[in-house]
């Protein structure tokens, strides 16, 4: 298993959750790791990444300001931390990792995803 996420569930509208991916080292090192959701009938959406050189992050438009990456090297996990969390951030979230070519929060980008985990968000 090269990819795994947890943290998931349901949380009423305002409430946090933390997301965690543990990544296969050899998928970790020196490369990007992003988190990603899709929602039925919606397209995938970039939500945030992180290159685990450096701990640069870039977010994406609906999340920023409430939604934080972050790694954990030692563990080979990357988290992300949800805050102010909406109903419209209902979505399953998939992290992925081995990144060839492209940007970091592009998931075309990405050759190795994770089962997802689930996240609602009730008003």
């Known amino acids: 298993v090269q990819l795994v996420e947890s943290g998931g569930g349901t949380v009423q509208s305002g409430g946090s959750l933390r997301l965690s991916c543990l990544v296969s080292?050899?998928?970790?090192?020196?490369?990007?790791v992003g988190w990603f959701r899709q929602a039925p009938g919606k397209e995938r959406e970039d939500v945030a990444s992180?290159?685990?050189?450096?701990?640069?992050?870039v977010y994406g438009d609906s999340v920023k300001g409430r939604f934080t990456i972050f790694k954990d090297n030692a563990k080979s996990t990357v988290y992300l931390q949800m805050n102010s969390l909406k109903p419209e951030d209902t979505a399953m979230y998939y992290c992925?990792?081995?990144?060839?070519?492209?940007?970091?929060?592009?998931?075309?980008?990405?050759?190795?995803w994770g089962k997802g985990t689930q996240v609602t968000v009730s008003s």
């Open positions: 080292g050899y998928l970790y090192g020196g490369n990007c």
């Open positions: 992180i290159y685990t050189y450096d701990g640069s992050t």
């Open positions: 992925a990792a081995g990144r060839e070519g492209g940007l970091c929060n592009q998931a075309r980008a990405y050759i190795s």
